[in-house]
């Protein structure tokens, strides 16, 4: 009997440790983040539109902060280039672009012939979240096309990590795990 509860507590243990190490942890960085985009007066849905008011279609959006200032990153495709729009989280002004590059520039073409839109996959995500967007990008291709959506929630001690996707004519979301 003894034996059967020993090893009972040890996959107990084993399974909590296993849980608890894929379990993700939430940065330095991304509560500076987080503390930005919670009390900045543009919302990331905001930001995404000043981006592509200018032209083009958003595919990626996060926030950058630092102890200088905060401001949201949104990739835009113009035409064939691929865009890194900096918007003042404050204030909603352009504050410059260059060319996207890397990471920055994937995903441009995911939501191609999608009826859903960046805005509209991350203002579902937070909807269904209950709090803002930190960060969203676009992955996958056609019937697989989807946005990534990191919504802040519990006044930035959780991230949840949602998948929106457009399918059947109605948009779907579902939560894929979360950060404390």
Not at 68 to 92: F, K, M, P, Q, S
Not at 125 to 142: D, I, K, T, Y
Request: hydrophobic share 40%; aromatic share 4%.
């Amino acid at each position: 009997m003894t034996r059967v509860v020993s090893r009972t507590f040890i996959a107990t243990l084993a399974i909590g440790m296993t849980v608890v190490a894929f379990a993700g942890n939430i940065g330095p960085g991304d509560h500076l983040e987080m503390a930005a985009v919670l009390k900045s007066p543009v919302t990331p849905t905001q930001a995404v539109k000043i981006a592509e008011a200018g032209g083009g279609r958003a595919y990626g959006c996060g926030m950058e902060a630092t102890h200088r200032g905060h401001w949201y990153e949104v990739d835009v495709l113009r035409g064939n280039a691929r865009l890194e729009l900096r918007i003042d989280a404050t204030t909603g002004r352009v504050l410059g672009s260059s060319q996207a590059r890397g990471e920055d520039a994937r995903g441009a073409h995911a939501l191609d012939g999608s009826k859903l839109t960046f805005g509209e996959a991350i203002a579902q995500a937070e909807r269904v979240g209950n709090g803002p967007a930190l960060e969203a990008n676009a992955a996958g291709h056609g019937d697989k096309a989807r946005v990534d959506v990191d919504v802040i929630q519990d006044h930035g001690k959780r991230i949840a990590h949602y998948h929106v996707s457009m399918h059947g004519g109605r948009i779907e979301t579902t939560m894929s795990g979360t950060d404390t």
